[in-house]
């Protein structure tokens, strides 16, 4: 995979203020934890109540939000997902973009950070939801049989981005942030998905791949590849 050298990055959202930033997503599902963790606790319960504290500090870890910065190169496709690309190639067609795309699947499990972000600078097109299924996300099916939120963005000279949220066997939530007709920019976050999931990216078939099936990517930060 590419990475930039030093000095050429930027940060497209604001710094946070906090040492351990956490999905606004989240806290909800902390907040129920952490509730369920005292009263276990002032029941007595000690082991069901240390069950519960690891599970309330594995809730916090996996909706951890850390601070990226992004390369600052304007051609670059910027990985939308942390996590293991499973999938590269040219597809003939696909329900998002016109005509054949360049994919990239990018895997993500419940260890892997879920904030998404914006993969390069446009305006986005549309947004579509369609339910489905709950394959395993690391399956190719899960492209297409899995519930799924696609964002297909417009750069400047009029080329379409595809960037799909795929839910996974344990996700039951997708979350988007951005709007059709908003303006977006590399490594800007627009959404999450709870509990293990897939993003599947679609570029213009001739786009320079800089990265390989089994590759680890982190959002915001690892570049995937090149457009022309």
């Keep these: 995979m590419t990475e930039p050298s030093e000095n ?22 902390i907040a129920a934890a952490a509730f369920v963790t005292l009263i276990l606790a002032l029941a007595e319960l000690t082991f069901a109540a240390l069950a519960a504290l690891v599970a309330t500090l594995f ?37 998002f973009t016109s005509g054949p795309a360049l994919k990239i699947g990018i895997f993500m499990n419940i260890f892997n950070v879920h904030v998404n972000r914006i993969p390069f600078s446009g305006t986005i097109k549309k947004i579509a939801y369609y339910p489905g299924k709950f394959y395993s996300a690391d399956k190719e099916k899960a492209s297409t049989d899995n519930e799924h939120n696609a964002l297909i963005l417009e750069t400047e000279d009029g080329r379409e981005i595809g960037f799909v949220q795929i839910a996974g066997m344990i996700a039951r939530r997708i979350i988007c942030y951005v709007r059709e007709k908003d303006t977006v920019i590399p490594g800007q976050r627009f959404g999450i998905i709870c509990f293990g999931s897939r993003v599947d990216v679609y570029l213009p078939p001739d786009s320079t791949l800089t990265t390989a099936k089994g590759d680890k990517v982190t959002a915001g930060t690892t570049i995937l590849g090149y457009l022309r």
Excluded at 8 to 19: K, L, P, T, V
């Design 8 to 29: 050429q990055f930027f940060r497209a959202d604001a710094q946070s203020m906090s040492g351990f930033p956490v999905a606004r997503a989240g806290w909800p599902f």
């Design 59 to 95: 809730i916090c870890n996996f909706f951890r939000d850390p601070d990226r910065v992004t390369p600052a190169d304007e051609n670059a496709v910027i990985s939308p997902a942390d996590g293991r690309v499973v999938s590269t190639g040219v597809v003939d067609s696909n329900p």
